[in-house]
């Protein structure tokens, strides 16, 4: 598939997904969610990619779904086309690691994307925000849900009633995103943090990724033992031999993913 609404590139052992409707703030249609969704299921069967970087323009990780998209759709229309399931998710099955590079705007669908994603770094003039309700609607992305997880309730209710935004430095004291750096160096950030894990051992990221993303799902006993579980089954690898033995002879691994 080509791809006309995202770019996607390799850069070494990472994939870089820059959303690309500039003339619309990002706004996320179906096209573009189409393309999304094939790049991403394209970066899971490229064994040379270990992680993936999505991110946008200085102005816009994307301002949210295409509304004048959405406009003329009755009910009928979003129900039985599945609108949001048939395209949106792609982004919480991949396996690999996906961090999400936010400058300016991530509103309504466009911080729902962000936060499917596995963390967010976030550039200075990063503004979130879930204005649905603006629109006589409501998030529909799962904002709803993962603002309430990572923020708390009172903020996430302040925010989906109002519609407010939150700047970088609100977002990173919330728990919303993992840093804030500079926008001008925002994307060498993320793109060196996903070069470091993109050389670290695929299956023991593949399972700590399932593992921390149990812990929305299940009580803390089961969580713990499904850790535990896990952490066993990790030293079936030959790379938990290779991580330990460079460890001990005080050398860089050289993982295998096997
Ligand atoms: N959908 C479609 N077009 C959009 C858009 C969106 N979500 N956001 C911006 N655009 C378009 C504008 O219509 C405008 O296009 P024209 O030049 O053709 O008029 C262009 O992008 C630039 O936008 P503005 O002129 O509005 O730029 P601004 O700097 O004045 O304002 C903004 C920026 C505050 C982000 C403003 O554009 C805005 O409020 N956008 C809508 C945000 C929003 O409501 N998002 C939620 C969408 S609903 C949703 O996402 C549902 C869900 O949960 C899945």
Request: one cysteine or more; aromatic letters at 6%.
């Amino acid at each position: 598939m080509s791809y006309e609404t995202i770019v996607l590139e390799e850069r070494g052992a990472v994939a870089l997904i820059t959303l690309n409707r500039p003339e619309a703030l990002n706004a996320l249609n179906r096209q573009l969610m189409d393309e999304l969704t094939d790049a991403v299921r394209s970066i899971e069967a490229n064994d040379a990619i270990g992680c993936t970087v999505i991110t946008g323009s200085d102005r816009a990780f994307a301002a949210g779904a295409d509304i004048k998209e959405m406009q003329s759709k009755s009910y009928a229309d979003v129900m039985m086309e599945d609108f949001i399931t048939a395209n949106w998710e792609e982004v919480t099955r991949t396996r690999k690691p996906m961090i999400a590079a936010v400058a300016g705007y991530a509103l309504g669908g466009g911080c729902e994307l962000a936060m499917m994603c596995d963390f967010i770094l976030a550039g200075e003039n990063a503004r979130f925000g879930q204005p649905e309700i603006q629109l006589g609607v409501i998030p529909g992305a799962g904002g709803t849900q993962r603002l309430t997880r990572f923020v708390g309730k009172s903020k996430a209710m302040e925010m989906c009633m109002t519609g407010r935004m939150m700047d970088a430095a609100e977002a990173e004291r919330s728990g919303l995103v993992s840093r804030v750096v500079p926008t001008e160096d925002l994307l060498e950030e993320a793109l060196s943090v996903a070069t470091k894990i993109a050389e670290l051992s695929r299956p023991a990221l593949f399972l700590l990724k399932e593992s921390v993303n149990k812990s929305y799902e299940v009580p803390l006993d089961e969580g713990v033992m499904f850790e535990r579980r896990v952490f066993h089954s990790l030293f079936a690898f030959d790379d938990q031999t290779e991580g330990m033995e460079a460890f001990v002879e005080k050398r860089t691994p050289n993982f295998t993913n096997k």
